[in-house]
């Protein structure tokens, strides 16, 4: 018999979302044979912009999430640059990386230890690990402890890269040195030394203690190599610019179809984001985000998700560290749950690495600015790579005023609901075939989940009041 398994909200996730599986006999296994995910939560920081100062944008747009506002500061001061015309200093252009690499240094951290290893350590019997599930627990005692210990040790490690990055940020989270033209910090020889001790601190920790638990955990759970595998579609805008041009970056852009092992190009005039599964109204076929709409329309026949579904030539796209890490070439592993896991804790590695490259590259005695204003009209694009994947902010100024913004979020790519020609987004066709041992314990439904690190503040905001309560519901169809 067919039963459907709701989990709402999945937990150790930023934001909040609702997976919905159905789990059916396949040749004498039970697995997944249909996903559906819920964004249940309506952002709307869109309609929020309009009518402002286009330099508010990286402001507001940074409060879209607590866990990743570097990268939307990073995405509106591009797109700013891009619509005012302007030019970035050297000093700024590094000082944004080395900001946003603290970012991704403590989102990684939070990932592994805070949010996911839970689904594969078990903990003491106390808060925050209890009360837990207790299906498919496979590491002995000592290494459970080591990890727990690794557990409260990055949570100093976290704070570390915070405090790493407010030397040229101002403060973390919320970063207000992003501003169109540059940067607002003056760099110093103290700044760049005191930059350097707390990496001395965070790569060992990287190197002998997050990498070797990851590739530990990889190896107890290398059935997780296999599960979770996806489309094999996968998506990056480049991130880290390593000259003022952009077109050299420690990540690059690019794109692999289906598996194919070919990087392709990116176009982003090939983006559209429909809507016919999302509480949203748009024209059949989607809207480029450069024209896009946020019109809320609840309820709507066949919707299921507050998230819009982006796609690029109509097809669905991961998007994040694995991404970013075999695109690069950096990265020759397959697509699957262990693999996301894997790529993102050696993408720490190489981010740390360039960052202290990046900061002896400073010159305290060169400009962090070079004058632009707001122009009359115009437009703007602006790509990233937020930890969790690609992130993309459009802008139309009128008026010198904001008269349309657009933001797409990793998230957003990643837990997708289906198209308009029912094909699923990258979560939930990863879930389909994965095995359930107990159905009152659907972790590896969590596994394949937690592996994409979603971000649910990032895709939408503003909480839908009448929504249901409940962790696991069960019902049988
Ligand atoms: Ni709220 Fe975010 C990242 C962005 S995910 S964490 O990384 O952009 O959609």
Request: proline share 7%.
């Amino acid at each position: 018999m067919a039963t459907k398994i709701v989990v709402d909200p999945v937990t150790r996730i930023e934001g909040h979302l609702k997976i919905e599986v159905t789990v059916d006999s396949v040749g004498g296994e039970q697995q997944v044979v249909d996903a559906r995910a819920t964004g249940t939560l309506f952002r709307g920081l869109e309609k929020i912009l309009v009518g402002r100062d286009p330099r508010d944008a990286q402001q507001i747009t940074e409060r879209i999430c607590g866990v990743c506002p570097v990268s939307h500061g990073m995405a509106a001061t591009k797109t700013l640059d891009d619509a005012f015309g302007a030019t970035v200093p050297e000093n700024a252009r590094i000082m944004r990386n080395l900001v946003l690499g603290a970012n991704y240094l403590q989102s990684h951290v939070l990932h592994f230890y805070h949010l996911t290893a839970l689904d594969f350590v078990d903990g003491p019997n106390m808060a925050p690990w209890r009360p837990s599930w207790k299906t498919d627990h496979r590491l002995d005692q000592a290494t459970n402890d080591l990890l727990v210990d690794h557990y409260l040790q990055a949570l100093d490690i976290r704070r570390k890269c915070h405090e790493a990055g407010a030397i040229f940020g101002g403060r973390l989270p919320h970063p207000p040195a992003y501003i169109p033209g540059g940067f607002t910090k003056a760099p110093t020889a103290t700044d760049i030394a005191d930059f350097h001790l707390y990496m001395n601190e965070l790569i060992p920790f990287i190197d002998n203690v997050y990498i070797p638990d990851v590739l530990l955990v990889a190896d107890v759970y290398a059935d997780y190599f296999s599960i979770g595998t996806g489309h094999g579609s996968l998506l990056s805008y480049g991130v880290f610019d390593e000259d003022a041009s952009g077109s050299d970056k420690l990540l690059a852009r690019g794109r692999i179809a289906s598996g194919s092992g070919t990087v392709l190009p990116v176009d982003t005039a090939q983006i559209k984001e429909e809507v016919i599964s999302s509480w949203y109204s748009a024209p059949a076929g989607g809207e480029h985000p450069s024209v896009g709409t946020t019109e809320p329309v609840y309820p709507k026949e066949g919707a299921y998700s507050w998230l819009k579904s982006p796609r690029y030539s109509q097809a669905p796209y991961e998007c994040g560290p694995l991404a970013r890490m075999t695109v690069n070439g950096d990265y020759t592993g397959a697509v699957s749950v262990m693999d996301r896991h894997k790529a993102r804790a050696l993408e720490a590695r190489k981010v740390a690495a360039a960052m202290v490259r990046w900061v002896d590259e400073l010159d305290p005695a060169a400009p962090v600015y070079d004058s632009c204003s707001v122009p009359a009209g115009g437009t703007g694009e602006g790509l990233t790579e937020a930890p969790r994947g690609a992130l993309g902010h459009w802008l139309r100024v009128e008026s010198g005023e904001i008269a349309s913004y657009q933001v797409i979020t990793p998230t957003c790519w990643n837990v997708s609901p289906t198209d308009e020609r029912g094909g699923h987004g990258p979560v939930e066709q990863a879930l389909l075939g994965t095995p359930v041992q107990n159905e009152k314990e659907p972790v590896e439904v969590v596994r394949v989940i937690h592996s994409y690190d979603p971000c649910l503040s990032c895709a939408v905001h503003v909480m839908r009041p009448d929504g249901g309560s409940g962790i696991v519901s069960f019902e049988a169809i």
